[in-house]
C-alpha cells in the first residue's frame, strides 16, 4: 500500500497515511474534519546515464549488435 499525503481543509493539518489507492480520504487526526490528498513527490529518482543512453540489456554479441551494421 503506498503512503499518501493529506491536508485538512479546515485546520491546515498536514499528514502521512498508509492507504489503499481506492480508499476515501481520512478524517483530519487533529479536527475530525474532511481532508484533501496532495500530490507530492515521487519517492524515487533516474539519475545518472540511465539504461537508454548505455543500452541496457543488449548483449554485445546478440542479434541487437549484428543489427548495427555488421
Known amino acids: 500500500m503506498p503512503i499518501y499525503e493529506y491536508a485538512c481543509e479546515s485546520c491546515g493539518h498536514r499528514f502521512e497515511r498508509l492507504v489503499r ?16 490528498k496532495l500530490v507530492s513527490a515521487a519517492s524515487f529518482q533516474l539519475k545518472g546515464s540511465g539504461w537508454y543512453k548505455d543500452h541496457y540489456g543488449l ?10 551494421g555488421e
Open 21 to 36: 489507492h481506492d480508499a476515501l480520504p481520512p478524517e483530519c487526526p487533529e479536527c475530525g474534519e474532511p481532508t484533501r
Open 59 to 68: 548483449k554485445s554479441g546478440g542479434s541487437a549488435a549484428k543489427a548495427g
